[in-house]
Nanobody
Framework: QVQLVESGGGLVQPGGSLRLSCAAS????????MGWYRQAPGKQRELVAT???????NYGDSVKGRFTISRDNAKRTVYLQMNSLKPEDAAVYYC???????????WGQGTQVTVSS
């Protein structure tokens, strides 16, 4: 059973930073595309960032230049460094592990990020 456990969310002031972590119980973590998505109240879940098995990254337009996704395959963990946070970044952030070729798609339970003064 694959489990993704997010941590690092919380309350931060506008302009501040947070680092989210997602620990995965996946035996061959390195072959999965890992990602972060977010969902604000009343809105659809949207892409924040993904990182593929070869390390290539993709970001949602609203976070480019402010957020950085990274992975540590030895620790089976993916990170999201969030800088210059804005109130509109407030949402529940979800970790995702995906292997589309075999139709595997896993989600974490989410971690709340609140950006407010």
């Amino acid at each position: 059973q694959v489990q993704l456990v997010e941590s690092g969310g919380g309350l931060v002031q506008p302009g501040g930073s947070l680092r989210l972590s997602c620990a995965a119980s996946i035996s061959i973590f390195s072959i999965y595309t890992m990602g972060w998505y977010r969902q604000a109240p009343g809105k659809q879940r949207e892409l924040v960032a993904t990182i593929s098995r070869d390390g290539s990254t993709n970001y949602g337009d609203s976070v480019k230049g402010r957020f950085t996704i990274s992975r540590d395959n030895a620790k089976r963990t993916v990170y999201l460094q969030m800088n210059s946070l804005k109130p509109e970044d407030a949402a529940v952030y979800y970790c995702n592990a995906r292997r589309l070729v075999v139709a595997e798609d896993y989600w974490g339970q989410g971690t709340q990020v609140t950006v407010s003064s």
